[in-house]
């Protein structure tokens, strides 16, 4: 080693006193400094003696031992008062108490329009006086048990003591109890699931109950509201299905990669393999879904219109529907049909029909999209229907009920009408006659049956590859936030798709006078396909002059041309012979589908037209049909997706025709 590098002994005696004088230093504690008290209290206490309301909340004990949280919103000095109540899935106290990221207020008013005060009808609330109650269900949110998609009641599909009925009557038994500001009185309310909620509070009801309002309500997930459409899988709602039921409290985000969900749906092809790309097989409501797409047991067994149709008429209900509603659309009506019936006094089951969108009877409802009405629907459905009909039912003085047993929205002449039953056409001196509009050749539809020498066919090509969206691209996800407009896309400009070589039109001559309509219009469509499998959407369409000078505009569109769906809806072919048994079709042989679509209550005015348009795809709002038959179509492959040629017959003895419920004067 040369000189250079020798290490100095000095330099290394000088290191180590450092490194001992460090050492030492950490040895030595630091010095004692005196503490500066927190000036957070362990406990904070608000003085809110100033609001006009108190809320108290509660874990209210279920027959099982389960616990349920309850947020109770009390206005000040309240006594006698009767209780509104709803149970939810969507989180109880963000529908009543506003969150420490609002500007908190002291009147009741604004902590019940909070951002999930989807149920609350607030100037009747504070006007009225009433307590407001809501629950979360079991399994949600803050309170206690699992959580069941549309929990079954006991029996077949539920072995245990409890279901959502048994919840509802023991928390009102409670409230009626623990309430010493009550009258003992309670009315149960409640939208889409929420509206479910309050059908279920019927079954074998508490006897403090003493009306409900069903609004826009879950009722028969296959046949026509959330999950299916006459079999064909909404699968837009595999957003929902995830947020809700992955996490107690919906803390688990859905996502994607594409802004247009058209490519984000067909990027995975089937439902199924969508899902289990969402590692979504944890999920066992999805589950359910998948083992179950015909109309078995699990789906009729479980649909409460059938359910209350054989219990006793106890509770007065206000059934709410909307004529647009993009969620719920079967149920009210399905519920009316089956119960009114039963309603020998005219006096229990109560009907309201409305032009909105799923929930906008609780909103300003002027319009809906471009379709003006001339009026605020939703506020004089607050005011003159629903207020007067649970005071009736709930207030000590119990006044008068002026509610009619239908109040029923005309589209098209924008009038409410007050009517003794549904369909009725008018209060007195009308018929419902079915009239059939027959599909021609040459696009063409009309009153008079086909003849002998028109073309016997309309052929289009439906390509599973190319599906037909159901509204313009891009489209957004479901949702009711931002630039959304999935509440209006009932109400979308159907000229989109009326030039479409995958959608047969059949457009009227100008109508003459007026053609109203009232009730749900009955497809009768003979059809055949190529394939082995088909869809059949069917759109009953208002088709507005070309020039409609008296409509306002609203935004940028205005309603010349305006193509306005009035029903649509979807059938799956194999379920033709049967609902709970698909069969594969014959290909290229004419075969007659036979549905309803939604109700309608609407006025072709003179100067318009009425279209029909059939198509074989609604995407990505349902899933593909693959037009080869497969066993299941949640798991069909890729290469079962095959182009099918699609006939729709308009000969003698092979007509098709949409058969339209219309007024007749007597």
């Known amino acids: 080693m040369s000189e250079s590098f020798r290490p100095s002994w000095a330099w290394l005696a000088a290191a180590l006193l450092v490194l001992a004088t ?7 504690p630091p010095p004692k400094y005196p503490a500066l008290p927190s000036e957070t209290p362990a406990q904070f206490k608000p003085d809110h003696s100033s609001f006009g309301y108190t809320i108290r909340e509660v874990m209210i004990p279920m027959r099982d031992g389960v616990r349920l949280h309850t947020v109770i919103m009390l206005p000040r000095g309240a006594h006698d008062a009767p209780i509104l109540f709803t149970r939810t899935p969507y989180d109880a106290s963000s529908m009543v108490k506003q969150t420490e990221h609002a500007q908190l207020s002291g009147h009741m008013a604004t902590a019940l329009q909070t951002h999930d005060g989807f149920d609350n009808p607030v100037a009747l609330i504070v006007k009225g006086g009433y307590i407001r109650v809501v629950q979360d269900v079991r399994g949600k949110y803050g309170s206690e048990g699992d959580f069941v998609m549309n929990r079954p009641f006991r029996g077949p599909l539920n072995a245990t003591p409890v ?7 023991d928390t009102i038994d409670w409230l009626v109890k623990h309430i010493p500001e009550s009258n003992g009185k309670v009315g149960v309310l409640g939208i889409s699931y929420d509206g479910y909620e309050a059908l279920v509070a019927l079954v074998h009801p508490n006897p403090a109950l003493k009306v409900v309002v069903p609004m826009n309500p879950m009722v028969d997930g296959w046949m026509g509201d959330d999950w299916f459409h006459n079999g064909a899988f909404r699968q837009q709602n595999l957003p929902y299905i995830y947020t809700q039921v ?26 199924g393999a969508m899902g289990k790309a969402y590692a979504m097989d944890q999920i066992g409501f999805w589950n359910k879904l998948t083992a179950h797409p015909a109309y078995d047991t699990f789906w009729s067994g479980q649909a409460i219109d059938k359910i209350l149709a054989k219990l006793p008429l106890s509770v007065p209900m206000l059934l709410v529907h909307g004529l647009w509603d993009q969620e719920d659309i079967y149920g009210p009506m399905a519920v009316y049909k089956a119960l009114k019936p039963k309603d020998t006094g005219n006096d229990m089951v109560y009907l309201v029909i409305g032009p909105w969108h799923h929930g906008q009877q609780l909103e300003p409802g002027d319009h809906l999209g471009a379709i003006r009405f001339g009026s605020d629907t939703g506020t004089y459905f607050q005011e003159h229907i629903l207020a007067p009909f649970l005071a009736h039912y709930l207030q000590d003085d119990a006044p008068p009920n002026p509610v009619a047993p239908v109040t029923a929205f005309r589209t098209g002449t924008n009038q409410w009408e007050r009517l003794q039953a549904w369909p009725a056409g008018c209060s007195q001196g009308c018929s419902i006659q079915p009239t059939p509009l027959y599909l021609h050749a040459g696009d063409t539809a009309g009153f008079d049956a086909p003849s002998a020498g028109e073309a016997a066919t309309t052929d ?7 599906p037909v969206p159901y509204r313009a691209r891009p489209i957004l996800p479901v949702g009711y936030d931002g630039d959304q407009t999935w509440p209006e896309w009932l109400v979308d400009d159907q000229r989109e798709f009326s030039g479409r070589t995958d959608v047969a039109t059949f457009k009227s001559d100008v109508l003459k006078h007026d053609v109203t309509i009232a009730g749900q219009p009955q497809v009768n469509l003979v059809a055949s396909t190529s394939g082995t499998d088909a869809d059949w959407v069917v ?8 020039q409609v000078a008296a409509e306002p505009a609203s935004g940028q569109q205005r309603l010349g041309g305006y193509q306005l769906a009035v029903a649509m809806d979807i059938f799956r072919g194999r379920y033709r012979e049967s609902l709970s048994t698909p069969h594969a079709l014959a290909a290229n042989q004419p075969l007659r589908y036979r549905f309803e679509l939604p109700t309608a209550n609407h006025v072709f005015r003179a100067g318009h037209r009425i279209m029909v348009q059939v198509q074989s795809s609604w995407f990505p709002l349902y899933d593909r049909n693959p037009q080869t038959y497969v066993p299941n179509i949640f798991f069909a492959k890729p290469a079962d997706y095959v182009k099918a040629t699609q006939r729709i017959y308009h000969a003698p003895g092979e007509a098709s025709y949409v058969e339209l419920p219309v007024v007749a004067e007597k």
Do not use: C, F, M, Q
């Not at 279901?163 to 009557?169: C, I, K, P």
């Not at 803390?251 to 092809?269: F, I």
């Open 22 to 28: 460090v050492a030492d230093a950490a040895d030595t």
């Open 246 to 271: 992955a996490t107690r409290g919906n803390t688990e985000a859905w996502w994607s990669n594409y802004y247009d969900d058209y490519d984000l749906y067909l990027h995975y092809g089937s439902a």
């Open 163 to 169: 279901d959502e009925a048994t919840d509802t009557s």
């Open 539 to 546: 759109k009953l369409i208002d088709v507005y002059p070309d």
């Open 460 to 466: 289009y090509v439906s390509d599973p590859a190319k």
